[in-house]
Nanobody, 126 residues
């Protein structure tokens, strides 16, 4: 069983920055694939960013490329999402997701993930 605890959401003006963090319980983080998803009001959940087991390979949604950066610290069981140049359309609930027993692969689809955080609200204002 893995518990994911997210932090760092909040209200920010357009053009500002936020950093989300997600800490996972357990001792298998090094073999746990991690990603961030988001769901805006009335929208489907979408992948924001994903990283491989070592944090060396990453993939981003086209809408956040060049603005967001995902990283992981296997020693601290954490994955972070640095969000810069935030736009109104980035407003959403952001979810940390984990897939235990993973291969070193970029898991894109939400169906791969078997644990989810509670979500943290990010609101970007004009």
């Amino acid at each position: 069983q893995v518990q994911l605890v997210e932090s760092g959401g909040g209200l920010v003006q357009a053009g500002g920055s936020l950093r989300l963090s997600c800490t996972a319980s357990g001792r298998t983080f090094a073999t746990t694939a991690m990603a961030w998803f988001r769901q805006g009001h009335g929208k489907e959940r979408e992948l924001v960013a994903v990283t491989d087991l070592n944090g060396e390979l990453t993939k981003y949604a086209d809408s956040v490329k060049g603005r967001f950066s995902i990283s992981r610290d296997n020693a601290k069981n954490t994955v972070s999402l640095q969000m810069n140049s935030l736009k109104l359309e980035d407003t959403a609930v952001y979810y940390c997701a984990a897939k235990t027993g993973a291969d070193n692969f970029l898991y894109i689809a939400s169906e791969w993930y078997n644990y989810w955080g509670q979500g943290t609200q990010v609101t970007v204002s004009s």
